[in-house]
């Protein structure tokens, strides 16, 4: 992923309704995203086009990740 990419998904993953999803999407982007692989990252992108109260439900446990791509990226949000 180009530097300029990464920004923009680092300002999409910062400017959230909802603090707590900012604060993990942020922390998990700081932390954890270039461990992902090629195809991972860009699922994490697509991850981070969802509808605030859709991806939190996903990350807080409320909702089941059915999505077999997203759900390691998931469980790694959930720690």
């Known amino acids: 992923m180009e530097r300029a990419d990464y920004e ?4 999409r993953c910062i400017r959230r309704a909802l603090l707590e999803l ?3 999407l942020t922390r998990f982007l700081d932390q954890q995203f270039d461990q992902l692989d090629e195809e991972q990252k860009q699922t994490f992108v697509e991850m981070a086009d969802m509808e ?3 991806l939190w439900h996903l990350i807080s446990g409320q909702a089941e990740c059915n999505d077999p791509r997203m759900a390691p990226i998931v469980a790694m949000l959930r720690k």
């Open 8 to 11: 923009r998904l680092r300002w």
């Open 22 to 24: 900012d604060i993990s």
């Open 52 to 54: 605030d109260h859709d």
